[in-house]
């Protein structure tokens, strides 16, 4: 593993990687603006969400020596890799130590306003060597970044800016400025200045005109004493409505560590939501950068909450993508979850069915033509599930009449067996009508078993609606209708042969035997029985479908099995199956389950140069043999999927019945599995369960269950200090009268670590604890006093220890 992390991994992480082992920088976006680093840590490029653009460029700083002349060397530092920023550490040839620190801000936003546009690029010297240094730097911006070349450019020098807009779109202003007052300034066209092997200053402090190059440039100049330290920074900002916008933009923006706390505080309220612990750091880790890579693309576009399918290369909302990340997001992020949802809901084609995309920047819709598409179904589902997941029932009242209408139309495309029939006879996204769409002379269309699959549990989901709403003549015709497809489902596109679902019966009437990833969809949506899911599973879990980083679209065994063709959607590894798998297999097989949950995330790290991909971020597709990303370093809808099937698949919770259930399905190897504060149905709960030596569950929420069960009032975890030891990870549940403790070791050794509460609770306790070391319950006493004062415990590798408290009377 290149990249160094420790921990739990539930709680914020952060990863040390050498800088010479990147091969592309972080994505780090908020709701008005992306920016995409590059290996070398500077700004790749910096997009503004309202004008759909990359507005800016190669945001970079360079040194020199003044004296001499010379360029000043950076030698081999490291990146240290955090949910809201990135920062690079690394010394100059001089002995001048360099920090420098790259956000996006990205506060905690209002329904429908939210920070604007601004990157930080925050540098501190710090002076290591026994003499004074003198140093230069010079910070350049490619003004134009992707927008034509008709652009203006002027200095600002009140506010220490470079302001730049295009006569054919002036409403997109944007600017480069810094804080320290610049020795002197620069526009050029010459493209090698600041590549010189000789220093560039004094800039001229003039604007070419002319051309289609406009490289801004601030020049600086430091003296250092021995261990002086100091600092600079420059920002990046974006306005939408004109340079008037933009200089209030600037005016009212933030000093860089009041940005940065402000950002902080958002991802940190964020990251402590639906918190995931189990005995694979990996696992939690993963849960933790899901939530962080969701906070980066959601996005305040001038057609609402949004987020867009290739973060800074699109400006396109796709509708199935959307359906999935709410699945996540309902449990972190639930009003963009809901604000997202209804834009899809409110612009559904008359006919009922969901258009495939919009354009974030005017609305503007596509569906490739296609007579039903999964677009359709899916929506319906996330609804339910935003409604399931939340209890807001204004929301449901808003949700039903268009879900309805999309039921509806997915009943009229059924043909004589009772089927979901898609008419489509060309290829790709005029031919496919499921996930796997942009593969190229590819047809999936006719009677797909996907389609279908998500149709069957779509009707369900308008039953349930119709139900709550006590519309029950609606909701017993939309469960017979449900149940009939299902059985059409079931008598005519399983394959007699093999027991498997066929891919589709095609419009031609081909059936398709294809054994490919698609085989989830009717496990994951309930279509298969107990039985066939098994099998399913089984089937899937053979060698030729996985890798060490997750599962393969086709296996390497299949006749047109390639690991690069379609996008990797013919045999490469697109990593967000592998979660789909996850959660399928959790009920059949939770060791494989737990496996695919971390191989699939752990890779992100594992060689980040050799695999192109950046430590904690979710990129898209593998090369099948490789393993490298070949996709996009960011694909925002991998991430909630993760934290959905660590939710509902690993931690059990159920959704599906009348009354919600808990079940988690632990790994032969997890001894232990905890969620806290997730947000659900208005409140935040938590729950836990340990073999001692029997399933037992300890949590602040009735749940249904099939095990031995304890219910608590209040989870008061807050109330501990942190341990001696970062590997293992803590719950604390309260009653009255009664606590319990729980203690979880995420390391492959055995830990000693100490609990301390912040204060006495108070009086005697009777307590009973169970150690995973030893085995057994043991009773005992323990006063407040001494809780306060800590508590010493040691648990064996991936073990656990729960404390059952009762104050005497």
Known sequence: MIAKVTGSGERISTYEVPDTEMAVGSTLGAPKGAIILKANGAIERFYSIDAGQIVASGMQVYYWDPVTGVPLGKLPGQYIIHPDRQEHVYELSNGVMVRERVFMLNGQPERERADPAIAYYHISLENTASSTIEIASVAACDLRGQTGIDLRVRYDARRRAFIAVNDSAKAFARAFSCTGEPDHWEVTNDHGKCSRVQYPGPLS?????????????????????????????????????????????????????????????????????AVVMTPDPDVNRGVLWAKANMLRTELLAPTGWCFVNDPTRSNNSVARD??????????????????????????????????EYYDIRNGKTADYKLNINDDTPLLVLASWHHYNSTGDREFLKRAYKPSRKAAEYILSQRDDRGLVF?????????????????????????????????????????????????????????????????????????????????????????????????????VMFGVADHDRAAQIISRLSVEPFWTTAGIRTVPRDDINYSPIDGYGLLGGVWVGVTFWYAFAAASFNPDFMAQALGDSFRHYSRSPRQNNTVPGQFSEWLHGETLVNRGMMLSPWFPPRYLWAAIEGAAGLDLSSDEPSCNPRLAPNWRWLGVRNLRFRGAFVTWFVVRAPELTMYATFRFEHSMEYHA??????????????????????????????????????????????????????TTRAFSSLRGEWVEGEITGEALRKGLAVQIDHRGFVVIEMRKKL
Request: hydrophobic share 40%.
């Open 205 to 273: 402090e003039t604007i070419v005109r002319g051309g289609d190059q406009y490289f801004a440039l601030f020049e600086h100049r430091q003296r250092l004493d021995a261990g002086d330290t100091g600092e600079l920074t420059f920002t990046l900002a974006a306005a939408s409505n004109g340079t008037a916008e933009l200089r209030r933009i600037l005016d009212r923006a933030p000093a860089v560590e009041d940005a940065a706390e402000r950002t902080r505080a958002r991802f940190h309220n964020i990251l402590n939501r």
């Open 422 to 522: 898609c008419k489509a006879r060309g290829t790709a996204d005029w031919g496919i009508a499921g996930w796997r769409n942009v593969i190229e002379n590819y047809r999936i269309s006719g009677a797909v078993t996907e389609l279908n699959s998500e149709c069957f549990a779509a009707l369900q989901a308008v039953g349930k609606m119709a139900k709550e709403l006590g519309r029950d003549a609606e909701s017993d015709r939309f469960k017979r209708e449900a149940d009939d497809l299902r059985e059409a489902i079931n008598a005519h596109l399983v394959d007699p042969e093999t027991g498997l679902y066929y891919l589709t019966i095609d419009v031609d009437g081909t059936k398709r035997t294809n054994v490919t990833c698609d085989l989830v969809f009717p």
């Open 322 to 355: 959307t359906a999935w990340f709410s699945f996540g997001s309902d449990y972190v992020t639930p009003d963009f979850s809901r604000e997202s949802l209804l834009w899809y809901l409110d612009h559904m084609e008359r006919r009922g069915m969901t258009v």
């Open 712 to 765: 608590y009032d209040a989870d008061v975890t807050e109330v501990l200090l942190d341990g001696v030891n970062d590997e293992v990870t803590a719950i604390l549940l309260q009653r009255d009268g009664e606590m319990v403790l729980f203690i979880g070791n995420t390391s492959e050794r055995t830990v000693s670590t100490s609990c301390t509460l912040k204060r006495d609770p108070g009086g005697i306790y």
